[in-house]
């Protein structure tokens, strides 16, 4: 039974931000961000885990990052989840701290990823009005069934696409920051 509830699109509509908050943190910019090690997984203890679970990651320059690994017997597995990644960072060890240099990138990588941004910002806007059709098409049947009036439905509607407005700019700025961060 669909029964229109501003919370819940509300709280989807968030999910929709937070994830593409996510998203664009894991992009890499010229600068050392510690959430740019948030997707590494390591192989310890005979399963995998998150690397902020086996270690602490900080950023004590702006081109470098550093780990320190909390069990001696777990440096080689971080150093190895790092350098399988994917985010071309190559570890340099030194006893249980991991130092990692992050390299300038090319213009040419920039915009590769200035356009992922604005391609993960896309899916999320698609996300947001999927929510704000499915809030609409509950008004439409709460009104049918005579549990509100069209004049209820239509205030309702507009309350829904000012909160489907907001969303998409809160959504617009965040990838717009980023692609600015990127092309920097």
Known sequence: MAKYDKADLERRMHGAVESLKHDLAGLRTGRAHTAL???????????????????????PEPRMLSVQVWDKS???PVDKAIRSAGLG????VD???????IPEMTQERRKELSKLAGQY???????????????????????NKKEISEDERKRAETDVQ???????????????AKEKEILG
């Open 95 to 101: 006893g249980q701290t991991l130092r990692l240099p």
């Open 37 to 59: 090690l948030d997707p590494v997984t390591v192989e310890v203890y005979g399963s995998h885990m998150p690397l902020n679970q086996v270690a602490s990651v900080s950023a």
């Open 121 to 143: 910002a896309e899916k999320a806007r698609v996300a947001v009005r999927n929510v704000r059709r499915d809030g609409m098409d509950n008004l439409k049947t709460d009104e």
């Open 89 to 92: 960072l190559n570890p340099i």
């Open 162 to 176: 000012k909160l489907t407005d907001a969303t998409i700019a809160e959504l617009d700025a965040a990838a717009t």
């Open 74 to 76: 777990n440096v080689g």
